[in-house]
């Protein structure tokens, strides 16, 4: 019998741009808020999990593809930042046993699924994962998104992943609620305000169904596309909320003076010690 009492959460977080828990000036100030959602993350939960499966919006396959590596390598997928950024190591151990699961999990719901043991850590992950863990004693697993990027088999991939809530993973979908780097100032704080309080009324106000409609149509948002200009920031929302379909959402973390006037948010589906 399932047990809400120990089940994990599933969150959707903004992992931040480029390396930035290694910036001292940018943690202490741009990011502050942020910062201080994700050191508190663990306390959180239930109990320590066994490990974390990440859905990050760096890392994108022509199959839904699990990173089996047991000590995965660095990614340093970003441009302009200091050098000594280009030298970090987030030291986890990959998990080849929850890849397993996962890769099983997929198959017995009818949907294709590859492995890869020479995929690294994105900064999607390493970067939050800096914040939330810095012991880097919880090993970590990498799964990719689909090119395409269809919001319902996003959706299909979340909610084959539901029972590794049981078994003490916690899944964790990393992106950012706003996402146009082209736009990323005081011109974007009526859009992303826009967005952001669609995104709430979808994830936090709706459930079960209609949460799940009001995300597969979601270009009909307000300013989706000013948000959004290619969603796979997004797609990690519809992971986690495919793997707690039918359960309450938080909004967790929220700023609206974001780089310097952006409305941005994180989100937790289940029951955490402080959403029960």
């Not at 979908?173 to 100032?185: A, E, I, K, Q, T």
Request: negative net charge.
């Amino acid at each position: 019998m399932l047990n809400a009492s120990t089940r994990q959460p599933v969150f959707f977080i903004s992992h931040g741009g480029g390396p930035w828990p290694w910036m001292p000036e940018v943690f202490a100030t741009t990011y502050a808020k942020l910062a201080q959602s994700l050191s508190g993350l663990l306390k959180t939960l239930p109990q320590r999990p066994q490990a974390i499966l990440m859905v990050s919006a760096h890392w994108e396959e022509q199959v839904f593809t699990v990173q089996t590596a047991t000590q995965p390598e660095m990614i340093y997928d970003y441009g302009g930042f200091p050098a000594h950024t280009y030298q970090i190591h987030y030291p986890s151990a990959g998990s080849p046993e929850l890849a397993h699961q996962v890769t099983q999990l997929l198959e017995q719901n009818a949907i294709a699924v590859k492995t890869d043991e020479r995929r690294g850590y994105d900064h999607g992950m390493f970067s939050p994962m800096q914040v939330i863990n810095p012991a880097a004693d919880i090993p970590v697993v990498q799964l990719s998104l689909k090119k395409g990027l269809n919001p319902q088999e996003h959706l299909g991939l979340g909610r084959a992943l539901a029972p590794l809530r049981d078994q003490n993973i916690l899944i964790v979908g990393s992106g950012l609620s706003y996402h146009n780097l082209r736009m990323f100032n005081a011109q974007a704080t009526e859009p992303s305000k826009m967005f952001d309080q669609w995104l709430y009324e979808s994830v936090v106000e709706c459930q079960g169904g209609e949460r799940q409609q009001r995300l597969i149509d979601w270009q009909q948002a307000p300013a989706a596309r000013i948000a959004h200009p290619r969603e796979e920031h997004l797609l990690p929302l519809m992971v986690a909320v495919g793997a707690a379909e039918n359960e309450n959402g938080a909004r967790n973390y929220h700023e609206s003076t974001f780089m310097g006037g952006l409305s941005v948010s994180s989100f937790v589906f289940g029951n955490t010690l402080g959403n029960t």
